[in-house]
């Protein structure tokens, strides 16, 4: 029961209404407001009437306030999003944001990790690492993660077969996919750090250097943590 949004297509309405009708996502949008939705830029209370026939009544206030709050049914909590006054947003940017405002609390939001952070800069603060995917939560922090959930990934969901086979050929962008299990290592090894579990650290540090190329980077780290 896993529905996949690509970002690219998100910015063409026939990608909507397919996510919508096939992959059951909400998207509380009419026809024609999916027909019409249009990119923003700096789009705020003074000029809203230009734009204001392409959105619905709750896109008018997140175009025009450069927010949005969606209130977490779990916890008192809610997702406050801020949008900059001079940003532009693309059509996926407005699909995006209306995914998490109709679904948040309804079913689970993941980001992949291979996402760069300019496409997730608004909501980065409520992502929590799981592994290969960041899930969206309530809580605001930098760089948090789920540690029970991401290190069971790691260490029992995830399959390498073939990663450490050399008789497989793999490109350059396999292998910096690939580095991204480096990444996920690297995190889990920072917190055992900032917990004071030593070995912990250095368990996770040595699995890091095991999946990335270049090794160097990590030897001056692994060397302290011996030391300790």
Do not use: C
């Amino acid at each position: 029961d896993i529905s996949v949004a690509n970002l690219s297509l998100l910015n063409t309405p026939w990608y909507i209404r397919q996510l919508r009708d096939k992959e059951g996502i909400e998207f509380n949008l009419t026809e024609k407001q999916i027909d019409e939705i249009r990119p923003t830029l700096v789009v705020n209370r003074n000029n809203i009437e230009a734009v204001k026939h392409y959105y619905s009544e709750e896109d008018i206030d997140i175009i025009a306030e450069r927010k949005i709050s969606v209130k977490d049914p779990l916890s008192d909590r809610a997702i406050e999003i801020f949008l900059k006054e001079k940003d532009f947003l693309q059509i996926k940017d407005l699909a995006v944001l209306r995914i998490i405002q109709d679904n948040f609390g309804k079913r689970p939001i993941y980001f992949a990790v291979t996402i760069p952070d300019s496409e997730i800069s608004y909501y980065k603060k409520y992502l929590s690492n799981e592994g290969m995917v960041d899930r969206m939560v309530s809580t605001a922090m930098e760089s948090q993660l789920n540690l029970e959930t991401l290190t069971r990934n790691l260490n029992e969901v995830y399959s390498y077969r073939s990663i450490f086979d050399d008789s497989v050929y793999k490109d350059s962008n396999v292998r910096r996919l690939i580095s991204n299990y480096a990444a996920a290592y690297l995190r889990v090894s920072n917190y055992y750090y900032n917990a004071g579990d030593i070995q912990n650290a250095i368990n996770y540090m040595e699995k890091t250097i095991d999946f990335d190329e270049q090794k160097d980077r990590y030897y001056i780290g692994i060397s302290q943590l011996y030391e300790q």
